[in-house]
């Protein structure tokens, strides 16, 4: 697959394979403990070296995630954070970083 077909993640794997290099991909759950700092955290951790982020949509039955996931979630959705509130999130992350 030529690189402008693949997208962003497929050409992050294939530059850090050619480099003999793992990815860095942390997981954030969305709105925990607020959106504003879920930006912050964000951007921190793109600082940080990550070459991707995997991003956490607070559900209320998250059976299958550990306990620290399941509080991160229970917290975002105290502050009603949504999908809606998920996707913006991702847009505005694109847009600063």
Do not use: W
């Amino acid at each position: 697959m030529k690189t402008a077909e693949m997208n962003l993640m497929d050409q992050t794997f294939a530059r850090l394979r050619k480099e003999g290099r793992t990815a860095l991909i942390p997981f954030i759950t969305v709105g925990d403990p607020d959106v504003e700092t879920t930006l912050d955290i964000l951007q921190a951790v793109e600082q940080a070296g990550a070459n991707i982020v995997e991003l956490g949509v607070p559900y209320s039955d998250p059976l299958a995630d550990g306990p620290v996931i399941q509080r991160a979630s229970e917290r975002a959705l105290a502050y009603h954070v949504t999908i809606e509130t998920c996707i913006d999130v991702a847009r505005q992350a694109r847009e600063r970083h």
